[in-house]
């Protein structure tokens, strides 16, 4: 009876671990993606933080800015045409889209990092403002960046 009642408490304490850490790991990566001041701020993108994993169009230093992607087409094409290759771009899902934003995230092949994506359509401009930051560590070897480029050749390729 005794070792019946000593592997049900093991059975239980298992249980116990197990779902205090898959918790441990869910809520800090909700909290931080309600936190971390992603979207549009008063016609802006959030800048990038001091470190080397982030690139944005909009006020920005040498070492995180990109341009902005121009289009000649209705702001409605120019979108749904973005979301077409964003859904072509490997490991990548969009989370949020609206009339003007668009939020999406992208998963490093081998070790499953996450870096935010992000595209804004302003109302007054033909342009497709962009910022893209790794969640954590100081440097994403250029992947922001250049994830970046190569959606801006695609849309180019397709004439936007």
Known sequence: MSILLTSLRLRILTVVIFVTLTWSFILPSAAWAFSSGLGVNNGHLATCPTSDNCVVSQDADSKHGIDPISYHLDRDTARETLLKVLSVVPRTEVLEQTDNYIHAISKSRIFKFVDDVEF?????????????????????????????????????????
Request: proline share 2%; no cysteine.
């Open 120 to 160: 804004y359509f302003p109302s007054d401009e033909s342009v497709i403002h962009l910022r893209s930051a790794s969640r954590v560590g100081e440097s994403d070897l250029g992947v922001n960046r250049r994830r970046l480029e190569q959606i801006r050749l695609a849309l180019r390729d397709l004439n936007i």
